[in-house]
């Protein structure tokens, strides 16, 4: 008997599921088709960093305190903003750090390279970092050198893991790691330090 007359009653009984599997068979068919003449996606050929949201030239910028008040202020040769985390690359920065003290002077420093977040909360100042505040009443001038310094110019403090030395006249403090709040003049040197003061000379009668 021909198997053909059996299926014929079978599919004219069950139309509806017939047609639903017929048609699933086709759409994956068609599917299977398409991506196979479909073109292969077309791969980026761009290599290197996110792209600059822009770049400015000979650059001065100004982060302020809650206040309303200059906190730093920083300016450089070249300036690169990323689109992705809309954060700030420095390159040569120099920067100054207000005392906010009556007649105390404000630091000037500068690195090789730096980086602000998005906020203007935080400040990496990379590879050798130098500052320096000019002398004052009796005050001699005082010079910081060191490297990677991660600043919170809105609190006036820094801090880096790596060797800092500093050199206020003839007395010499150095150490590995330095925590700084310029605020009350307060510096920290966390381990390995060496100090050297020399006795201070008395006052004529």
Do not use: C
């Not at 000037?108 to 009443?137: F, T």
């Amino acid at each position: 008997m021909n198997p053909f007359r059996r299926l014929r009653p079978w599919l004219r009984d069950r139309r509806l599921p017939a047609a639903i599997v017929l048609m699933a068979l086709a759409v994956g068919a068609v599917q299977t088709l398409q991506w196979w003449l479909a073109p292969a996606p077309k791969v980026s050929d761009f290599v290197g960093p996110p792209r600059s949201g822009y770049t400015l030239g000979n650059f001065r910028g100004v982060v302020y305190d809650k206040d309303g008040l200059p906190s730093f202020r920083i300016a450089g040769p070249h300036l690169e903003r990323r689109e992705g985390d809309e954060s700030l690359y420095l390159n040569a920065p120099t920067f100054e750090l207000p005392a906010k003290q009556p007649g105390v002077p404000d630091w000037h420093g500068q690195s090789e390279y730096g980086w602000v977040d998005k906020s203007g909360n935080l400040i990496k100042l990379q590879g050798p970092v130098h500052m320096h505040r000019p002398a004052y009443g009796d005050t001699a001038a005082a010079d910081i050198r060191t490297s990677e310094v991660t600043a919170w110019p809105k609190e006036n403090r820094m801090e880096t893991a790596e060797p800092a030395q500093l050199v206020q006249g003839a007395s010499t403090m150095s150490g590995v790691g330095m925590r700084a709040n310029l605020n009350d003049k307060h510096l920290e040197l966390l381990h390995d330090v060496r100090a050297t003061f020399p006795p201070r000379q008395r006052k004529p009668a």
